[in-house]
Nanobody, 123 residues
């Protein structure tokens, strides 16, 4: 199993920015992607962004395109999510996910998860 250490959550005003990071350790061989998901109160966990660990390709939920940027540092096995122009409705617990299938947006296609970090966007 991949161990994930997540940081960067917190409180930010609407329109502000946060940067999340997720460092992976352990056995990662054979897994193609890492991603970010979020779960708002009363809602199901939803896909936000993901990145391939092989070719660096990225893909995003439509709701975050143009505002969020996912990136990687392969040498450090670390993934980042730069979140700009945050909206109050994006208040959620954000989860880092690893051991993902290439190109997947599905929760079930990721095998390892961080405990989650709270992101609160105040209005």
């Amino acid at each position: 199993q991949v161990q994930l250490v997540e940081s960067g959550g917190g409180l930010v005003q609407a329109g502000g920015s946060l940067r999340l990071s997720c460092a992976a350790s352990g056995r990662t061989f054979g897994y193609y992607s890492m991603g970010w998901f979020r779960q708002a109160p009363g809602k199901e966990r939803e896909f936000a962004a993901a990145i391939s660990w092989t070719d660096g390709s990225t893909y995003y939920a439509d709701s975050v395109k143009g505002r969020f940027t996912i990136s990687r540092d392969n040498a450090k096995n670390t993934m980042y999510l730069q979140m700009n122009s945050l909206k109050p409705e994006e208040t959620a617990v954000y989860y880092c996910a690893a051991e993902g299938r290439y190109g997947s947006r599905r929760t079930s296609d990721f095998g390892s998860w961080s405990p989650g970090t709270q992101v609160t966007v105040s209005s």
